[in-house]
């Protein structure tokens, strides 16, 4: 099953590729929402767009009941262009295994790798502090993001002990 969604998903970003190689890659809206203020909330969901050609995500999560022991992390991504997006992943992780072992899951290390220079998330479990991202950018020539291309839309839900707290949404297009 998760091996048919990569494949498809594959294929569909190879066929984007394609379309779209000339251009570029912008964060267009970013949405931080919380399930339960309190256990976790943003103090900071920003999306800076005066950098008009690379525009940098910063959030900050404080987290109210720490420490963090167990995450589950559910990522959506779907492709615009038609309503609703196709979605061409949905699949969730252990984030505390992943975090312990980052070479665990081939799609989410690759995530991962994009975001660790940016982010203070960058040791195992327990999580006892603020997480945040500071000045993320995906229109950095030659990225992973930046070469998967198209018009698309990604989720990422955080749930602990089989609650979902935060969820994180990105868009992003030409
Ligand atoms: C993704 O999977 C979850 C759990 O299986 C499901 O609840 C959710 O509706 C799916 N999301 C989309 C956009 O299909
Ligand atoms: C993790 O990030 C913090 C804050 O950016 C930094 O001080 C620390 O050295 C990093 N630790 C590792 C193991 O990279
Ligand atoms: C992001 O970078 C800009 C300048 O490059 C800086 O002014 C801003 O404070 C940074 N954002 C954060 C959250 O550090």
Known sequence: MQQLTIFKTLLIFLFVIQENSCRQ???KQL???TYDPEYAKFDLCELDTSLRNNPTLSIAIRLLTIPVTNIN?????GLLGSSP???VL??????CAFLKSRKSNKVFG???RYIAPY?????SCPINHDVIIKNLTVAEGGSALAMLGGEFVAKVYAASDGKTRI???VTSSY
């Open 85 to 87: 997006p196709i979605i």
């Open 110 to 112: 690759r995530l991962y």
């Open 73 to 77: 992390l559910r990522v959506e991504f």
């Open 90 to 95: 949905n699949n969730s992780w252990d984030g």
């Open 167 to 169: 969820s994180i949404k």
């Open 119 to 123: 982010t203070n998330l960058n040791h």
């Open 25 to 27: 890659l912008k964060m």
């Open 31 to 33: 949405e931080c929402l």
